[in-house]
């Protein structure tokens, strides 16, 4: 029996809340809604190809490379 429980498995993290945080403060609130539009869109790229890496099988996906891409889209791209 794993430490974690199944109820616990894929969801927020300590480290994607501060990483979250850290986001908003970078991107401002000017730029709230496009941030998490790109959020979105790079979390469902990234679960996609967990999918196909792992055909399937249950695994957890970390959130982190998600708000990492939207974050750096929001301060490269639509500032």
Not at 14 to 23: F, I, N, P, S
């Amino acid at each position: 029996m794993d430490a974690i429980s199944t109820a616990q498995r894929g969801a927020f993290g300590m480290g994607d809340v501060k990483l979250m945080a850290a986001a908003g403060a970078v991107v401002g609130t000017g730029h709230i809604l496009p941030f998490l539009f790109a959020m979105t869109l790079a979390g469902g790229v990234i679960a996609l190809g967990y999918l196909v890496a792992h055909r399937g099988a249950r695994a957890t996906m970390p959130y982190g490379p998600a708000i990492a891409v939207a974050t750096a889209w929001i301060v490269l791209v639509a500032r």
